[in-house]
């Protein structure tokens, strides 16, 4: 299944821009928003594969489960999960895929944070292939005919250790493998290694993503040109520029005027006042918004330290009144 995307409504050999998972970033509206400005495809948050089965006592859904749920504006998408015990991993899957029903499930192989690791969960799996396979093998026998993807990095210490990793995933059943170009080691920072990634691409033939170190739509192609990947996925590049999806598909910037800023950044906040009142939540996205206009460094700092949307919307009226 080289290159085959008809999961996702897309066509043979077309590229696939996807948006990367990214907790307390990437929830409902930005996801819309995100589709709404040309990616292909939106991973949810991470989710706890524990959390989802243990939610199942709550009749309202509980805080995992409601982190799976997702609009039909927003397919298609993967919502990813994470976890360590393929029993459980596999059971949460077949809950949300029963529950929401979405393209497919996603298993984050690559998150490097503490909390994370310490529980051998994200990134730690890429120190037991064993077990990872494992895991791949019951989710995929849990969710039907979905799509099971996975979302990894080179390594936990080297570079090369993806190129026996990778191709266990496929034998286990894996569908797609996203990779984040870094090791765990490296966490966020360094060279991050595409070239690698083209290896990898060269090794199986299941879609191959990359990931990591995109900073505008120009990276994208270089990106696909040096990994020979399938696609890539886009993570805090799109955060305050989720148009970077439409400017590659157009390979061209699109530079978005003050007023049409303020468009987006109020979309995005009915969009998120469909299902939330957290005005903290949704500040770093607005902030995001904002970045790079002149003279905006007293723009953003009241943008900071506003505690609602009533107050936000008063700052850039006070903004738009100056220029
Ligand atoms: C704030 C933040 C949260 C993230 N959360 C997740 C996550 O939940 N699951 C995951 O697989 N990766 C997560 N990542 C990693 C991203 O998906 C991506 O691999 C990484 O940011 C590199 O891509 P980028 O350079 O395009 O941002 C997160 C990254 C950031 C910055």
């Known amino acids: 299944m080289n290159n085959d995307f008809r999961h996702f409504n897309i066509e043979e050999n077309q590229k696939i821009i996807a948006l990367a998972p990214m907790a307390g970033f990437t929830d409902s509206a930005f996801r819309q928003i995100c589709r709404k400005n040309g990616a292909d495809l939106?991973?949810?948050?991470?989710?706890s594969a524990r959390g989802t089965v243990e939610?199942?006592?709550f009749t309202d859904g509980g805080k995992s489960l409601g982190f799976s749920r997702f609009l039909d504006a927003e397919?298609?998408?993967?919502?990813?999960?994470?976890?360590?015990?393929?029993?459980?991993?596999?059971?949460?899957?077949?809950?949300?895929?029963?529950?929401?029903?979405?393209?497919?499930?996603?298993?984050?192989?690559?998150?490097p944070a503490r909390k994370?690791?310490?529980?051998?969960?994200?990134?730690s799996l890429l120190k037991d292939p064993q077990l990872a396979a494992e895991i791949v093998r019951q989710v995929k026998a849990s969710i039907g005919d979905r799509i099971l993807s996975v979302k990894t990095r080179l390594g936990w210490e080297n570079n090369n250790e993806i190129l026996t990793f990778a191709p266990k995933m496929e034998a286990a059943g894996a569908d797609m493998i996203a990779i984040h170009g870094r090791t765990r080691k490296q966490e966020f920072s360094g060279e991050v290694?595409?070239?690698?990634i083209g290896q990898v691409k060269k090794l199986l033939k299941i879609p191959v993503l990359a990931n990591g170190g995109i900073k505008n739509w120009q990276d994208i192609d270089?990106?696909?040109?040096?990994?020979?990947?399938?696609?890539?996925?886009?993570?805090?590049?799109?955060?305050?520029?989720?148009?970077?999806?439409?400017?590659?598909?157009?390979?061209?910037?699109?530079?978005?005027?003050?007023?049409?800023?303020?468009?987006?950044?109020?979309?995005?906040?009915?969009?998120?006042?469909?299902?939330?009142?957290?005005?903290?939540?949704?500040k770093k996205h607005l902030l995001a918004y904002f970045k790079g206009f002149p003279n905006c460094s007293e723009l953003r700092r009241d943008i900071a330290m506003s505690e609602s949307f009533e107050e936000f919307k008063e700052v850039l009226e006070g903004f738009r009144a100056k220029i």
């Open 42 to 47: 939106v991973y949810s948050e991470m989710v």
């Open 55 to 57: 939610d199942q006592k």
């Open 75 to 111: 397919r298609p998408i993967l919502v990813q999960i994470f976890g360590n015990e393929p029993v459980i991993m596999a059971e949460a899957a077949k809950i949300i895929c029963e529950k929401y029903n979405p393209e497919g499930i996603d298993i984050n192989m690559g998150c």
């Open 116 to 123: 994370v690791v310490a529980n051998d969960y994200g990134s």
């Open 193 to 196: 290694d595409w070239e690698m």
């Open 222 to 282: 270089r990106c696909l040109e040096i990994s020979g990947a399938d696609g890539v996925l886009i993570g805090q590049a799109a955060v305050g520029r989720p148009w970077i999806f439409d400017e590659y598909k157009q390979q061209k910037s699109i530079e978005l005027s003050f007023e049409e800023t303020c468009e987006i950044a109020f979309e995005h906040i009915e969009l998120y006042h469909n299902y939330s009142k957290f005005f903290n939540e949704l």
